[in-house]
């Protein structure tokens, strides 16, 4: 059992993937908290989808994986501040999302579409990369989380007031504009951290399951984005477990053990599936 | 608080210091049109000022003007002798309709701190002091909502929403109140102590200004009532604006007046169908025999 708990570890690969995925679940759970409480997890699937584009850009010209991961970001930054812009401009959030949501993506699988010999790279762009994670990438990582994690702690309470009252916000001086635009930027550059990681189609969970576990169990802003980290580095060290030992591949892996830890929570929670039952049941 | 030691009657009073608001041909609007027309007014520091006007009138915008949330496109807003961006923390302000989260998992301690809220730089941004923490304590006692200072602020009533929404804008101990239908949704009770508590801030020095549909709580309580209907109808202390001409002209004519007393009291019915009779014949004065007994209006 000792054997089957610390074998893993012993592999460089592996001690990678876990610092990677530590630094990501960090990030998304610190953003998480807001894309769960506010309701973006369109936004961040859309910021997901495009950093696909400036992936797919990057890998095009030839760039490495750093490159990749800058590609990606810059173009994630771009949906992120589109949206903003849009959205000031009086447009709904979801319509301006699901604009540059197709434009970019679509854009991205056109530019794919022309690449000869897109097999190895581009599958981890669908599924990420996590037992592969070459060094410079998890440098890239930890540069993202930390941006996340600094601009998060630094301007915390005009995130906090903007999201809570807009009208309140502005009329303290506080400018909401950037503000939102600002927090837009971060769910991006989180997002960007975590599509390197598990791929694309799984940015969402990593950036919603981990916090959505979270406001189960507690409910103040701080103490969500905690425990949202905790079920995001659980999730990772099972997912990963799975990976070794089950020959699965490592991203979907952690994603299924994030979505399960939900279901559990929301199963025995005291908000969740057995109390809702019961109540529907009883009235 | 009584009127009757207030200033001498005229409709532009003036005082010694510096008035705390100052409104002059103001015009402003949204998205291109106007909702108020060429507004001018100043009030003394320290007066109880009442807005009054029918829906649509134009008092919740006058008020956002005042706290800096829409631009004059005409004219000059100064409030406490400055521009109102300048000193937004000395301004309590409580916007009518907020833009509240109410699903937003926040305390009512995290609300009220909101209220402190302050820029500041390097570690200062930090910093969570006891003062603050004793502070915000301080304002919830006052609005006896501070048993509920760990509650779930999206899970109060409507009443206990106010009252800390009024609790974030006293803990910043401002000099001036601007408060856009504070008592709407108030039980009785708590509508009166809530303007003991705003008659005493005035008394102690601040400057109130509230906007509301009570006519007969702003004849009771404000030294000062403004009367809006896009432009200025009156200005002046209530026992003279408050007149039975001055409601017709800003109602147009959806009011019923009864005489009570010396003064008159003003009903503004929510319902107008019920009183179309009302309409167009404002020269009949009285429709005070009307009224007598009607207590479902639910007035005073
Ligand atoms: N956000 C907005 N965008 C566009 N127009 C607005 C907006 N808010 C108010 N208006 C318009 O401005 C005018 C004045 O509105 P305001 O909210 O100031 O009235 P009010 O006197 O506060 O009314 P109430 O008694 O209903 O609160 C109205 O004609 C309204 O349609
Ligand atoms: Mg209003």
């Known amino acids: 059992m000792i054997d089957w708990l610390s074998d893993p570890w012993q592999f460089e690969f592996m001690q990678r993937a876990l610092l990677a995925g530590a630094l990501v679940a960090l990030a998304s759970s610190i953003v998480g908290a807001f894309v769960v409480i506010k309701g973006l997890a369109f936004l961040t699937d859309a910021v997901a989808h495009t950093s696909l584009a400036g992936a797919a850009i990057a890998f095009l010209a030839g760039g490495g994986s750093v490159a990749i991961s800058l590609g990606a970001a810059g173009a994630a930054g771009v949906t992120a501040v589109g949206v903003s812009i849009l959205t000031r401009a009086r447009m709904r959030e979801d319509t301006a999302i699901g604009l540059l949501f197709a434009a970019l993506f679509a854009f991205g699988i056109l530019l794919i579409s022309r690449a000869r010999n897109y097999t190895l790279e581009l599958s981890s762009f669908l599924v990420g990369n996590i037992l592969t994670v070459p060094t410079e990438d998890i440098i890239v990582m930890a540069a993202l989380a930390s941006v996340v994690i600094f601009v998060m702690l630094v301007f915390y309470r005009e995130m906090l007031f903007v999201a809570y009252d807009p009208t309140m916000a502005a009329a303290t001086g506080i400018r909401v504009g950037l503000v939102q635009t600002g927090l837009m930027v971060l769910v991006a550059l989180a997002a960007v951290a975590a599509f390197r990681l598990v791929g694309v189609v799984l940015v969402m969970a990593m950036l919603v399951a981990p916090a959505a576990t979270a406001t189960l169990v507690v409910r103040r802003v701080p103490l969500i984005m905690i425990t949202g980290a905790f079920f995001g580095l659980l999730a990772v060290c099972i997912g990963l477990y799975a990976s070794f030992h089950g020959d699965v591949a490592a991203g979907p892996s952690i994603v299924v053990t994030s979505v399960s830890l939900f279901l559990l929570v929301f199963t025995i929670s005291r908000r969740g599936l057995i109390r809702t039952a019961r109540r529907l049941w009883s009235s | ?300």
Not at chain 2, 8 to 22: H, K, M, Q, V
Not at chain 2, 24 to 46: C, E, M, V
Not at chain 2, 274 to 280: K, N, P, T, V
């Open chain 2, 1 to 300: 608080m009584s009127t009757s030691s207030g200033p001498s009657p005229t409709l532009f009073p003036s005082s010694d210091n510096d008035p705390a608001i100052e409104v002059k041909n103001l015009t402003t609007g949204y998205r291109g049109k106007s909702a108020l027309q060429d507004i001018s007014f100043s009030a003394p520091a320290g007066k109880f000022l009442g807005l009054l006007g029918p829906n649509g009138s134009g008092k919740s915008t006058l008020i956002k003007a005042m706290i800096g949330l829409l631009q004059p496109w005409e004219g000059t807003v100064r409030v406490l002798g400055r521009r109102p961006q300048e000193v937004r923390r000395r301004i309590g302000y409580m916007p009518q309709a907020e833009d509240i989260d109410w699903s937003f998992p926040a305390t009512v301690r995290d609300v009220v701190a909101m209220g402190l809220y302050r820029r500041a730089f390097g570690m200062d941004r930090f910093r969570k002091g006891q003062e603050e923490q004793d502070r915000i304590m301080a304002a919830l006692e006052r609005l006896s909502v501070d048993h509920l200072a760990e509650s779930q602020a999206g899970e109060l009533s409507g009443g206990q929403q106010r009252r800390v929404l009024f609790a974030r804008a006293l803990v910043k101990e401002p000099d001036l109140f601007l408060l856009d239908e504070p008592t709407a949704g108030l039980d009785a009770r708590s509508e009166q102590e809530m303007l003991d508590l705003l008659s005493e801030l005035a008394t102690n020095g601040a400057s109130i200004v509230v906007s509301t549909h009570d006519i007969g709580c702003a004849n009771e309580r404000c030294d000062l009532t403004l009367f809006l209907n896009r432009r200025v109808t009156g200005y002046g202390p209530p026992e003279l604006t408050i007149t039975e001409k001055m409601l017709n002209r800003t109602f147009e004519g959806h009011v019923l007046v009864m005489g009570s007393g010396g003064s008159s009291l003003a009903l503004a019915p929510h319902n107008h169908h019920e009183h179309s009779d009302a309409h167009g014949d404002h020269e009949h004065a009285q429709h005070s025999h009307a009224l007598h007994g009607h207590d479902e209006h639910g007035f005073v």
